[in-house]
C-alpha cells in the first residue's frame, strides 16, 4: 500500500535497488533529494489534470463588494462558481462580465468572472449573506517524509500514488545520466495518470450535463446567456 509518504519513499529506494532505508546512498539518495523529488512529483501530478482530489471550496461573508480577492492557496482563474445566501451565480468571461457591466450595470443577473487573482461578483445582483467559492487549491509542499504525511490521493486513489513513485524514479535515473530510462518511467507515470482521468471522465459522463459548459458567452445586447456548445447550423 503507497499510502504515506514514507511508503512512496521507500518504494523508490526499493525499485532502485539501492537500499531499504531513506539515508544516505553515496550522496545520490539523501533524504532532502527524495524530499524534493517527492515534492517536485507530487506538484506535477496534482497539476496534469483537474482532478476531484484538489477541488475545495471556502466561505466567508459576502460585503456587497464587486472585487473579490482569490481564496489563499486556490489556483488563478479556477472557481467554477460561486454562491451567496445560497444563490448561485453563473460564471462568464472577463471580457463579457465588463462589456455587461457596462452596457447593463442596473442589471440583477447573478453572474461573476474572474481576471488573475481577483473576481468580479456583479454588485446589482442584490444578494447578501454567506459567499462560497468552488475551485482547485495548490497543494502544499511537505517538509519531511512521515509515516504520518499523506498525499492528496493517499487512502483514495493509490494509482496517483504510482504515478509519483514513477516520476520520482525518473528524477533518480535523470540523476544517473540515464536519460532513456528516466523518459521510460516518466511515460509510465503519464499512462497511469491518463489510466485515471479516463475512468474518471467516464463515470462523470453519466450525470454531466451535455448542454451547459462551465463558461457562457453574454449577448450583451438582448442580456441572454450563449451557449459554447457546436450547433448543427453553425456553420
Given at each position: 500500500m503507497l499510502n504515506s509518504t514514507t511508503d512512496i519513499v521507500t518504494e523508490v529506494i526499493v525499485r532502485s535497488g539501492v537500499a531499504t532505508t531513506t539515508t544516505s546512498q553515496s550522496g545520490l539518495y539523501t533524504d532532502v533529494i527524495l524530499l524534493s523529488w517527492l515534492n517536485t512529483a507530487m506538484r506535477w501530478v496534482a497539476s496534469y489534470r483537474v482532478w476531484p482530489f484538489t477541488e475545495g471550496r471556502v466561505s466567508t461573508t459576502y460585503t456587497g463588494a464587486e472585487?473579490?480577492?482569490?481564496?489563499?492557496?486556490f489556483k488563478t482563474d479556477s472557481i467554477r462558481f460561486i454562491q451567496i445566501g445560497g444563490?448561485?451565480?453563473q460564471k462568464t468571461a472577463f471580457e463579457d462580465y465588463q462589456i455587461f457591466r457596462e452596457e447593463q450595470?442596473?442589471?440583477a443577473d447573478r453572474i461573476f468572472s474572474d481576471f488573475s487573482r481577483v473576481y468580479f461578483v456583479n454588485p446589482s445582483a442584490g444578494i447578501s449573506g454567506t459567499l462560497t467559492a468552488y475551485g482547485q487549491y495548490t497543494i502544499k509542499d511537505l517538509e519531511g517524509i512521515d509515516t504520518a504525511?499523506?498525499?492528496p490521493f493517499s487512502n483514495t486513489e493509490e494509482d496517483?500514488?504510482?504515478?509519483i513513485v514513477e516520476e520520482m524514479i525518473s528524477y533518480?535515473?535523470?540523476r544517473e545520466k540515464n536519460?532513456?530510462?528516466?523518459e521510460y518511467h516518466h511515460q509510465r507515470a503519464v499512462k497511469i495518470l491518463d489510466n485515471v482521468w479516463t475512468r474518471y471522465t467516464s463515470e462523470q459522463f453519466a450525470y454531466q450535463s451535455k448542454d451547459r459548459g462551465m463558461f457562457t458567452r453574454l449577448?450583451?445586447?438582448n442580456g441572454n446567456n450563449l451557449s459554447d456548445e457546436l450547433r448543427r447550423d453553425q456553420f
Amino acid at each position: 500500500m503507497l499510502n504515506s509518504t514514507t511508503d512512496i519513499v521507500t518504494e523508490v529506494i526499493v525499485r532502485s535497488g539501492v537500499a531499504t532505508t531513506t539515508t544516505s546512498q553515496s550522496g545520490l539518495y539523501t533524504d532532502v533529494i527524495l524530499l524534493s523529488w517527492l515534492n517536485t512529483a507530487m506538484r506535477w501530478v496534482a497539476s496534469y489534470r483537474v482532478w476531484p482530489f484538489t477541488e475545495g471550496r471556502v466561505s466567508t461573508t459576502y460585503t456587497g463588494a464587486e472585487e473579490q480577492t482569490y481564496p489563499e492557496n486556490f489556483k488563478t482563474d479556477s472557481i467554477r462558481f460561486i454562491q451567496i445566501g445560497g444563490k448561485r451565480f453563473q460564471k462568464t468571461a472577463f471580457e463579457d462580465y465588463q462589456i455587461f457591466r457596462e452596457e447593463q450595470s442596473s442589471s440583477a443577473d447573478r453572474i461573476f468572472s474572474d481576471f488573475s487573482r481577483v473576481y468580479f461578483v456583479n454588485p446589482s445582483a442584490g444578494i447578501s449573506g454567506t459567499l462560497t467559492a468552488y475551485g482547485q487549491y495548490t497543494i502544499k509542499d511537505l517538509e519531511g517524509i512521515d509515516t504520518a504525511n499523506a498525499t492528496p490521493f493517499s487512502n483514495t486513489e493509490e494509482d496517483m500514488n504510482e504515478a509519483i513513485v514513477e516520476e520520482m524514479i525518473s528524477y533518480a535515473r535523470l540523476r544517473e545520466k540515464n536519460v532513456q530510462e528516466s523518459e521510460y518511467h516518466h511515460q509510465r507515470a503519464v499512462k497511469i495518470l491518463d489510466n485515471v482521468w479516463t475512468r474518471y471522465t467516464s463515470e462523470q459522463f453519466a450525470y454531466q450535463s451535455k448542454d451547459r459548459g462551465m463558461f457562457t458567452r453574454l449577448d450583451v445586447v438582448n442580456g441572454n446567456n450563449l451557449s459554447d456548445e457546436l450547433r448543427r447550423d453553425q456553420f
